[in-house]
C-alpha cells in the first residue's frame, strides 16, 4: 500500500522519538495519547513548521525538506487547535483562504453545501464575532475542505464541539478520505470517537509510540 508519510529515526529535542512510522495514504490516522506526550510535536514534522533533530519525514517518498515550504503546506494543511479567522463574515473568511493559496473561490452555492454539511447551513453573512468556538472549529474545517489538499493534519478538531457535532465532522472526514488522493491524520481526545472512525490509530507516550493499532472495520 502506498504511504502519505514516512518517518525513519526521527527525534525531535527530548519530546519525540519515532524509530519507524509509515502512515498509509487514502485513509483517516488517529493519534492519540496524553498532554505532552508530542502529539503536535508530530503534526508539525509532517508539515515541515519544525526540523526534526536527526532521521527523516517522507511525504509520498520525497523529504519534506526537498519542498519548497509553500508548495508543501498547499498540498498538506494543518488545522491546529485554536485556528485563527479573520474578522468579518464567514463568506469573506472562505473567499480570503483562497486569496491566500491563490485559488479563484468556489460558488457560493458549493460554500452552502459544504457549511450544511456541518450543520452551519444558512450562516455566509454571519458575523465571525458573533460565533461559538465550535462553530469557528467547523468553519476552519469549511475553509480548508472547500481548497481540496491532497492532505488534511487536524490538532484536536472536536474539541470544542458537543458529541452530535464531533460525531458528523468525524464521519464526513472517515467518508471524504475516500476521495482519490486524499489523507487525514488527526489528533483527537475524543477517543471513542478515533476507535470508531480511524482506520489506524496510533497512541504516544512520553514522546514514544505506545501502540499502533490498525481497524479494519472503521465506521463510514
Known amino acids: 500500500m502506498q504511504t502519505v508519510f514516512t518517518l525513519r529515526d526521527v527525534s525531535y529535542g527530548n519530546i519525540l522519538f519515532i524509530p519507524s512510522l509509515d502512515i498509509v495514504a487514502g485513509s483517516l490516522f488517529g493519534i492519540t495519547g496524553k498532554s505532552g506526550s508530542g502529539k503536535t510535536t508530530l503534526l508539525k514534522l509532517l508539515n515541515n513548521l519544525v526540523n526534526c533533530d536527526r532521521g527523516e519525514v517522507l511525504y509520498y517518498g520525497k523529504n519534506v525538506l526537498v519542498y519548497e515550504p509553500v508548495e ?70 469549511v475553509r480548508v475542505l472547500l481548497l481540496e489538499p491532497e492532505t488534511l493534519l487536524l490538532d484536536e478538531p472536536t474539541a470544542a464541539l458537543d458529541e452530535d457535532n464531533a460525531t458528523t465532522v468525524v464521519t464526513y472526514l472517515a467518508r471524504w478520505v475516500r476521495k482519490p488522493g486524499k489523507s487525514v491524520v488527526m489528533i483527537s481526545h475524543a477517543g471513542s470517537l478515533v476507535s470508531d472512525y480511524a482506520g489506524t490509530i496510533l497512541d504516544l507516550s512520553g514522546g514514544r509510540i505506545s501502540s499502533l493499532k490498525e481497524r479494519r472495520g472503521a465506521n463510514v
Not at 498547499?74 to 479573520?86: D, G, N, T
Not at 457549511?115 to 458573533?130: I, K, V, Y
Open 72 to 141: 508543501l503546506r498547499r498540498k498538506v494543511l494543518m488545522i491546529p487547535q485554536a485556528p485563527y479567522i479573520f474578522p468579518g463574515t464567514v463568506l469573506e473568511n472562505i473567499r480570503l483562504a483562497f486569496y491566500f493559496n491563490r485559488k479563484e473561490a468556489p460558488p457560493q452555492d458549493e460554500m452552502e453545501e459544504m457549511m450544511s454539511a456541518f450543520e452551519m447551513e444558512g450562516m455566509l453573512n454571519r458575523d465571525t464575532s458573533n460565533l461559538s468556538g465550535g462553530e469557528k472549529q467547523r468553519l476552519a474545517l
